[in-house]
């Protein structure tokens, strides 16, 4: 069964709406989806409660597990915390901050204070991650994420190489946008093999480590 922990909806910069991402999802055989459009202080209400809505109803009739969250999106690093602590308190049940991935300019130090706050979940497509920013994910059990994304997922090499080093858990996703984005277990396993995680890492990834990340929401 797979699991995929970042996508995304009409509600920011996806194609699908809710309904039809989970239709698409279970027939991939997933057996829990997250979606987390990108939020700020504009937006992030709006979404936690719209997908809340899509989860209320769909419940009813799929067995397909929906989980409320939010990618928090070039914010200032600064905000990192406020802004999770705020997406939690009103109903989000995961928090993804987007890192600093080489494809985009994303602010400085977004990684590091990603990594300080116990609210976040998962740091998305990190890029270059520090040290000192690992150490931190360790301590605030923070995932990792691995992305199948194009663009984002040029240093997936370098991510596994530092969660490798400190331990760090790590997810296989998509960051989905498009029907087509979606992956099956078969591919999501290419994903990880092909960015030097070993086999055994890499079912940790698509098994393991996400249900470990279920019991910490």
């Not at 969250?69 to 989000?92: N, Q, W």
């Amino acid at each position: 069964m797979r699991y995929d922990f970042h996508t995304h909806t009409v509600f920011s910069d996806g194609e699908l709406i809710p309904s039809e991402l989970l239709r698409r999802a279970t027939v991939l055989n997933h057996k829990t989806i997250a979606i987390t459009d990108h939020a700020d202080a504009s937006n992030y209400k709006e979404l936690i409660e719209k997908t809340t809505l899509a989860k209320e109803e769909l419940k009813k009739y799929w067995d397909i597990q929906l989980i409320v969250g939010v990618e928090l999106t070039h914010i200032p690093p600064k905000s990192i915390e406020t802004m999770a602590k705020k997406c939690k308190d009103i109903g989000a049940e995961i928090v993804v901050v987007h890192g600093e991935t080489p494809v985009e300019p994303v602010e400085e130090k977004t990684n590091y204070y990603a990594s300080l706050c116990g609210d976040v979940d998962i740091l998305a497509h990190g890029g270059f991650i520090d040290d000192e920013t690992a150490k931190n994910l360790v301590e605030n059990n923070i995932f990792l994420e691995i992305t199948s994304r194009r663009g984002h997922s040029l240093t997936n090499g370098f991510v596994q190489n530092i969660a490798k080093k400190y331990n760090i858990p790590t997810l296989i996703n998509t960051d989905s946008h498009a029907p087509s984005d979606l992956i099956d277990m078969e591919f999501a396993k290419k994903v990880g093999l092909g960015c030097g995680m070993g086999l055994d890492r890499t079912m940790k990834s698509l098994s393991d480590y996400p249900k470990e990340l279920l019991k910490k929401i």
